[in-house]
């Protein structure tokens, strides 16, 4: 029996789904196959009778091992038997989550009726969670339309149709009904969209242009990372297309397209290859990963830090065709304050490079 008051999954962020191994884990759903169920994923399963979560979710929530069937960890292609009970576990108790409307300034690209694009700024939170309660994009779209009939902050098939990364800037999608939600995300789902991103990483990358193909899945070492997969069994299917944009000495500015959308799925690809983003903390970028030993450089390199103090990595463009009209509408984000001053940095450094 579900408890409709707790359709939070689809609102965690990656890092919620992790298991802690020493703390109480607590039932959020049960379910219990009927004695003629046909023996169908328990994905699928779940995804037919949690209203509002995406499979992806699901998936991952099984990757983290969040998914239960008879009291045991199973991952996502396990096929449900008759009788089986299955549980979704985490490692805190089920609360309402309550969104309150908040007045927040939001850079509103375009809206119409059914959908918005909005530009998002570099540490602003998309969902609420678990530590984030409130300050969120959520609690801002909440403010923002809380005059239009159709749109309820606690229906969970409304709202923001993907995501990005809390320190990623750009575009990204919101749907204002459940119409627009349910067309939108299969364009995602069936990777129809158009995604490119701008990004700064370490290193003089060796090709103006490639691609990067290499499953990606949680770390088994450090769950709180994603990593690549060799091995064809583990991690999702993931691609990116990368181009040189500018060479910038120890640097490069780089366009990257995807084909998926896996999480952190530009960070780790990009990491695979040698060359990691920007000040990106998570996967090592922080650090001084190319250039000199001099005490100026390095000054001028943790100068950079303070200007772009986060991964430097933006969601510029945004593509997609609009659900009712059938439209095909493209959109684009300028580079943001922080991005676009450090870009200008190194650019001064390699026209009067003396360090």
Same mark, same amino acid.
């Given at each position: 029996?579900?408890?409709?008051?707790?359709?939070?999954?689809?609102?965690?962020?990656?890092?919620?789904?992790?298991?802690?191994?020493?703390?109480?884990?607590?039932?959020?759903?049960?379910?219990?196959?009927?004695?003629?169920?046909?023996?169908?994923?328990?994905?699928?399963?779940?995804a037919m009778?949690?209203?509002?979560?995406?499979?992806?979710?699901?998936?991952?929530?099984a990757e983290?091992?969040?998914?239960?069937?008879?009291?045991?960890?199973?991952?996502?292609?396990?096929?449900?038997?008759?009788?089986?009970?299955?549980?979704?576990?985490?490692?805190?108790?089920?609360?309402?989550?309550?969104?309150?409307?908040?007045?927040?300034?939001?850079?509103?690209?375009?809206?119409?009726?059914?959908?918005?694009?909005?530009?998002?700024?570099?540490?602003?939170?998309?969902?609420?969670?678990?530590?984030?309660?409130?300050?969120?994009? /959520?609690?801002?779209? !909440?403010?923002?339309? *809380?005059?239009?009939?159709?749109?309820?902050?606690?229906?969970? +098939? #409304? $709202?923001? &149709?993907?995501?990005?990364?809390?320190?990623?800037?750009?575009?990204?999608?919101?749907?204002?009904?459940?119409?627009?939600?349910?067309?939108?995300?299969?364009?995602?789902?069936?990777?129809?969209?158009?995604?490119?991103?701008?990004?700064?990483?370490?290193?003089?990358?060796?090709?103006?242009?490639?691609?990067?193909?290499?499953?990606?899945?949680?770390?088994?070492?450090?769950?709180?990372?994603?990593? /690549?997969?060799?091995? !064809?069994?583990?991690? *999702?299917?993931?691609?990116?297309?990368?181009?040189?944009?500018? +060479? #910038? $000495?120890? &640097?490069?500015?780089?366009?990257?397209?995807?084909?998926?959308?896996?999480?952190?799925?530009?960070?780790?690809?990009?990491?695979?290859?040698?060359?990691?983003?920007?000040?990106?903390?998570?996967?090592?970028g922080n650090?001084?990963?190319?250039?000199?030993?001099?005490?100026?450089?390095?000054?001028?390199?943790?100068?950079?830090?303070?200007?772009?103090?986060?991964?430097?990595?933006?969601?510029?463009?945004?593509?997609?065709?609009?659900?009712?009209?059938?439209?095909?509408?493209?959109?684009?984000?300028?580079?943001?304050?922080?991005?676009?001053?450090?870009?200008?940095?190194?650019?001064?450094?390699?026209?009067?490079?003396?360090?």
């Amino acid at each position: 029996m579900i408890d409709d008051s707790f359709d939070e999954i689809d609102d965690l962020s990656e890092d919620e789904l992790v298991e802690d191994q020493n703390s109480e884990l607590f039932e959020h759903y049960r379910f219990v196959a009927d004695k003629g169920q046909g023996m169908i994923r328990v994905d699928k399963y779940l995804a037919m009778h949690i209203v509002g979560v995406s499979r992806n979710r699901i998936q991952q929530a099984a990757e983290a091992d969040c998914i239960l069937v008879n009291n045991t960890p199973v991952k996502s292609n396990y096929r449900i038997k008759p009788l089986d009970v299955i549980s979704v576990v985490m490692n805190r108790p089920p609360r309402e989550l309550e969104i309150i409307p908040e007045d927040i300034p939001l850079d509103v690209v375009y809206e119409d009726e059914d959908l918005m694009v909005i530009n998002k700024p570099p540490g602003l939170v998309v969902h609420p969670g678990f530590g984030n309660y409130q300050g969120t994009m /959520v609690n801002a779209i !909440a403010y923002r339309l *809380k005059d239009t009939p159709e749109y309820d902050s606690k229906d969970p +098939r #409304l $709202g923001i &149709v993907h995501r990005i990364d809390k320190d990623t800037s750009g575009l990204i999608l919101v749907a204002k009904n459940a119409y627009a939600k349910t067309h939108l995300s299969a364009q995602f789902f069936n990777k129809t969209t158009k995604r490119q991103y701008i990004a700064l990483v370490w290193g003089n990358i060796t090709d103006d242009e490639g691609r990067i193909e290499a499953n990606i899945g949680r770390s088994l070492k450090n769950r709180m990372l994603m990593t /690549v997969f060799p091995e !064809a069994d583990y991690g *999702k299917h993931a691609v990116t297309h990368y181009k040189v944009l500018e +060479r #910038l $000495g120890y &640097v490069t500015l780089i366009q990257c397209r995807l084909e998926t959308g896996r999480t952190h799925q530009i960070r780790v690809h990009m990491k695979h290859i040698g060359y990691t983003l920007f000040n990106d903390e998570r996967y090592g970028g922080n650090e001084i990963l190319k250039g000199t030993n001099f005490a100026k450089y390095k000054q001028f390199v943790q100068n950079c830090f303070n200007i772009c103090p986060r991964q430097a990595l933006h969601a510029q463009t945004l593509g997609f065709v609009h659900p009712r009209t059938g439209q095909e509408l493209m959109f684009e984000a300028p580079l943001p304050d922080d991005m676009a001053q450090l870009v200008e940095k190194w650019r001064g450094y390699i026209a009067y490079r003396d360090i």
